[in-house]
């Protein structure tokens, strides 16, 4: 039986469902045991990409690869043949894991994973070092980029989560979120996992499953992005359902503050707020004992710094009003996008932080708030990162387009929704719309188009898109 320093020990006298998915669920020990079935099946692969489809045997793959030290790449199960051939070409990986491979992956060897299965492979602990997790991001422009992420990082970033709340295996988590980004697979998945306490996944992410979560799993813990608690929010019979609960957690957007108010009234507390990236897991949080302030995503988790900085590096006043640029450093960040060096570069100043893209201001407690993105071509849409530039390539790929331009433009369920302008002849938007379901992941479609006769450019021909949104 595998012991990494990922999982740590087995505790065999713990007999709880350790991993539920809708009805499935899976002990402890036969999560790890089916796991190292994948691990033995794995092994030596340079890279797998993963069908992440929200099942116990996306998990199972996942801890297989971890276990045999093969970085993961999860695919998410809705994405569309550009999207998808280019993450498998990109990522080098060699194995398929999940069922019937598609097309794109073709070339790759499919393996079978079989939750029932079971091995006793004792796998050594991967080097902290080493890539754990590709996950693709989007930019600004062009293809979603692969952030490597090695194990030492998805240890300090879960470590420092599970002690900014607490959270330890005399909780149960349950949440809905995908298992191909960070909130759902990494904190979600692996946190609970390394942490050990259960994890109750309601396949989605609507009100109804949290409240049963609660009530029928007796979950004390939970994650959401800001749509799913307005959802929430919008169901007062299942806020209410979480009045038991310890913590409700909010990330991956800015949570609206009526919805921060609406959920303290029905369930009896407001969630905490924590902010992270792809490539930085969760750098700030509100501890579990902490002040919950709309708005305001707290202080550095144990082993992050993090500083708000002016355009010459001087750091803005704690005044909570100066608006800077936030960067942040520590054992959780990423290793750099793979095989894009200079990407990798920009990404980080001369010494060394990371620049989030994110504006914030810093008060004198050590509180942030995060006021917006520095870029508008970066969108976050029902949590959901979405850049405009792979969306625009997208529209400008179907025949009858002439030219595209994509904003997000404020919503009240999605936080911002999708927005193209474009310029084209004989296609009607709802066409539109289903050419970039059909080709990225659906997530990423345009929730509108609307055809104009030309986009507003400036003197250079750039695409004007503050004018735009307004
Ligand atoms: C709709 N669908 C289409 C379609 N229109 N399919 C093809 N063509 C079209 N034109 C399908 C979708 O595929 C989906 O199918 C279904 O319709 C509904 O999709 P939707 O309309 O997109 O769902 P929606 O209600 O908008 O989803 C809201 C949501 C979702 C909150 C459930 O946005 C979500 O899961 N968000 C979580 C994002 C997340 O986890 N982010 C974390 C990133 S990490 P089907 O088959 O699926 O029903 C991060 C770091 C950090 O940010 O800080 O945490
Ligand atoms: P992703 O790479 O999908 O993880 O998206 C990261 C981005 O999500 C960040 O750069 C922020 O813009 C946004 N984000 C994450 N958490 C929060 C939060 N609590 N409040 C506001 N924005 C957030």
Same mark, same amino acid.
């Given at each position: 039986?595998?012991?990494?320093?990922?999982?740590?020990?087995?505790?065999?006298?713990?007999?709880?469902?350790?991993?539920?998915?809708? @009805?499935?669920? +899976?002990?402890? %020990?036969?999560?790890? $045991? #089916? *796991?190292?079935?994948? /691990?033995? =099946? &794995?092994?030596? !692969?340079?890279?797998?990409?993963?069908?992440?489809?929200?099942?116990?045997?996306?998990?199972?793959?996942?801890?297989?690869?971890?276990?045999?030290?093969?970085?993961?790449?999860?695919?998410?199960?809705?994405?569309?043949?550009?999207?998808?051939?280019?993450?498998?070409?990109?990522?080098?990986? @060699?194995?398929? +894991?999940?069922? %019937?491979?598609?097309? $794109? #992956? *073709?070339?790759?060897? /499919?393996? =079978? &994973?079989?939750? !029932?299965?079971?091995?006793?492979?004792?796998?050594?602990?991967?080097?902290?070092?080493?890539?754990?997790?590709?996950?693709?991001?989007?930019?600004?422009?062009?293809?979603?980029?692969?952030?490597?992420?090695?194990?030492?990082?998805?240890?300090?970033?879960?470590?420092?989560?599970?002690?900014?709340?607490?959270?330890?295996?005399?909780?149960?988590?349950?949440?809905?979120?995908?298992?191909?980004?960070?909130?759902?697979?990494?904190?979600?998945?692996?946190?609970?996992?390394?942490?050990?306490?259960?994890?109750?996944?309601?396949?989605?992410?609507?009100?109804?499953?949290?409240?049963?979560?609660?009530?029928?799993?007796?979950?004390?813990?939970?994650?959401?992005?800001?749509?799913?608690?307005?959802?929430?929010?919008?169901?007062?019979?299942?806020?209410?359902?979480?009045?038991?609960?310890?913590?409700?957690?909010?990330?991956?957007?800015?949570?609206?503050?009526?919805?921060?108010?609406?959920?303290?009234?029905?369930?009896?507390?407001?969630?905490?707020?924590?902010?992270?990236?792809?490539?930085?897991?969760?750098?700030?949080?509100?501890?579990?004992?902490?002040?919950?302030?709309?708005?305001?995503?707290?202080?550095?988790?144990?082993?992050?710094?993090?500083?708000?900085?002016?355009?010459?590096?001087?750091?803005?006043?704690?005044?909570?009003?100066?608006?800077?640029?936030?960067?942040?450093?520590?054992?959780?960040?990423?290793?750099?996008?793979?095989?894009?060096?200079?990407?990798?570069?920009?990404?980080?100043?001369?010494?060394?932080?990371?620049?989030?893209?994110?504006?914030?201001?810093?008060?004198?407690?050590?509180?942030?708030?995060?006021?917006?993105?520095?870029?508008?071509?970066?969108?976050?849409?029902?949590?959901?990162?979405?850049?405009?530039?792979?969306?625009?390539?997208?529209?400008?790929?179907?025949?009858?387009?002439?030219?595209?331009?994509?904003?997000?433009?404020?919503?009240?369920?999605?936080?911002?929704?999708?927005?193209?302008?474009?310029?084209?002849?004989?296609?009607?938007?709802?066409?539109?719309?289903?050419?970039?379901?059909?080709?990225?992941?659906?997530?990423?479609?345009?929730?509108?188009?609307?055809?104009?006769?030309?986009?507003?450019?400036?003197?250079?021909?750039?695409?004007?898109?503050?004018?735009?949104?307004?």
């Amino acid at each position: 039986m595998s012991d990494t320093s990922l999982f740590g020990p087995i505790d065999r006298s713990d007999d709880r469902v350790a991993v539920s998915v809708g @009805t499935v669920g +899976l002990r402890r %020990t036969e999560v790890f $045991e #089916a *796991a190292s079935a994948v /691990a033995d =099946r &794995v092994h030596g !692969a340079p890279v797998a990409a993963i069908d992440a489809q929200a099942s116990v045997r996306t998990v199972v793959a996942v801890v297989g690869c971890l276990l045999a030290g093969v970085p993961v790449v999860p695919v998410p199960p809705d994405s569309g043949p550009t999207e998808r051939a280019h993450l498998l070409r990109d990522c080098g990986a @060699t194995l398929w +894991l999940g069922d %019937t491979p598609p097309d $794109e #992956a *073709a070339d790759l060897e /499919a393996v =079978r &994973v079989d939750p !029932a299965k079971r091995s006793a492979t004792r796998w050594p602990a991967p080097a902290p070092d080493s890539t754990a997790m590709i996950m693709y991001t989007s930019g600004t422009t062009g293809s979603p980029k692969g952030a490597l992420i090695s194990h030492g990082a998805l240890a300090a970033g879960l470590d420092g989560l599970a002690r900014a709340w607490d959270w330890t295996a005399q909780d149960v988590l349950a949440h809905g979120l995908p298992l191909f980004h960070v909130h759902g697979l990494t904190l979600g998945v692996l946190g609970a996992l390394r942490v050990g306490s259960p994890v109750v996944h309601t396949e989605r992410p609507r009100p109804s499953g949290y409240a049963r979560a609660a009530t029928e799993h007796g979950a004390t813990v939970f994650f959401g992005v800001p749509t799913v608690w307005s959802r929430i929010a919008a169901d007062p019979d299942s806020a209410r359902a979480l009045s038991s609960a310890r913590l409700l957690v909010s990330g991956s957007a800015a949570l609206p503050p009526s919805v921060f108010r609406d959920i303290a009234e029905l369930a009896g507390q407001p969630p905490v707020e924590r902010y992270g990236m792809t490539e930085t897991m969760i750098t700030l949080a509100v501890r579990a004992d902490g002040e919950r302030r709309p708005g305001w995503v707290g202080v550095p988790i144990d082993g992050v710094r993090a500083r708000v900085v002016h355009d010459s590096g001087a750091a803005v006043p704690a005044d909570a009003e100066t608006i800077g640029d936030l960067q942040v450093r520590g054992a959780c960040l990423y290793d750099g996008y793979l095989g894009r060096p200079e990407a990798t570069a920009e990404s980080r100043t001369e010494d060394g932080w990371f620049r989030t893209g994110d504006a914030a201001v810093l008060d004198e407690s050590g509180y942030h708030r995060i006021v917006g993105r520095r870029s508008c071509d970066l969108i976050k849409c029902g949590g959901f990162r979405v850049g405009a530039g792979e969306v625009e390539a997208a529209l400008l790929d179907h025949p009858a387009v002439a030219e595209a331009a994509v904003v997000g433009l404020p919503d009240p369920d999605l936080g911002q929704r999708i927005v193209a302008f474009v310029v084209a002849e004989g296609v009607r938007e709802q066409q539109l719309v289903d050419h970039v379901a059909g080709q990225l992941s659906a997530h990423k479609r345009p929730r509108e188009v609307r055809l104009v006769d030309s986009l507003p450019r400036n003197a250079m021909g750039k695409v004007q898109k503050a004018r735009l949104v307004d």
